[in-house]
T-cell receptor
Framework: AQSVTQLDSQVPVFEEAPVELRCNYS??????LFWYVQYPNQGLQLLLK??????LVKGINGFEAEFNKSQTSFHLRKPSVHISDTAEYFC?????????????FGAGTILRVKS | DAMVIQNPRYQVTQFGKPVTLSCSQT?????MYWYQQKSSQAPKLLFH???????NEADTPDNFQSRRPNTSFCFLDIRSPGLGDAAMYLC???????????FGPGTRLTVL
């Protein structure tokens, strides 16, 4: 079964600084990868996804992620964060060879942007 | 705006007292999902409906049931809530099993 590891439970960063949130998944089989953001008391919103093609994926709000198959990683990056980026970020994976888009989530990383 | 709505947003129940959580959608998506998210943990899929076909995850406790009376609505029934069932319950929908999943705001369940 798939599993997802988000290496940092919390990441504090100053406003306008770059940030990277790390995500590793367990299996080297064909996968689909996702990053979701969750603001307080809200549901999950899709930031970006990798299904196939270019390994560098651009998403909403200036975020991007790079799929690295050899390292089974899908790290999320933003070159300059804003206060409004403070939220919890979840990495998720689904097995592309298994019927149904069953998402397996990581435990989440809380991004705290300080002024 | 098309959306996924969950009611109530906060639910308090007593140990062993049945509770029902509600999800509705205006997206006309044919797949609906229920996830359980315990404090500081990842969301975990409980089950999903593909149209009227119910798909239970192997490790979902029997205490959890679901109903989907029509395309728009899906209910999560917890027959005898225990303290360990306190969590955020997230509903999601997608167009087809490979479509993007759209999440509702969640219902936070407290068990006293």
């Amino acid at each position: 079964a798939q599993s997802v590891t988000q290496l940092d439970s919390q990441v504090p960063v100053f406003e306008e600084a770059p940030v990277e949130l790390r995500c590793n998944y367990s299996s080297s089989v064909s996968v689909y990868l996702f990053w979701y953001v969750q603001y307080p008391n809200q549901g999950l919103q899709l930031l970006l996804k990798y299904l196939s093609g270019s390994t560098l994926v651009k998403g909403i709000n200036g975020f991007e992620a790079e799929f690295n198959k050899s390292q089974t990683s899908f790290h999320l990056r933003k070159p300059s964060v804003h206060i409004s980026d403070t939220a919890e970020y979840f990495c998720a994976v689904s097995d592309a060879e298994e019927y149904g888009n069953k998402l397996v989530f990581g435990a989440g990383t809380i991004l705290r942007v300080k002024s | 705006d098309a959306m996924v709505i969950q009611n109530p947003r906060y639910q308090v129940t007593q140990f062993g007292k049945p509770v029902t959580l509600s999800c509705s959608q205006t997206l006309n998506h044919n797949v609906m999902y229920w996830y359980q998210q315990k404090s500081s943990q990842a969301p975990k899929l409980l089950f999903h409906y593909y149209d009227k076909d119910f798909n239970n995850e192997a490790d979902t406790p029997d205490n959890f049931q679901s109903r989907r009376p029509n395309t728009s609505f899906c209910f999560l029934d917890i027959r005898s809530p225990g303290l360990g069932d306190a969590a955020m319950y997230l509903c999601a929908t997608s167009r087809g099993v490979w479509g993007e999943q759209f999440f509702g705001p969640g219902t936070r369940l407290t068990v006293l």
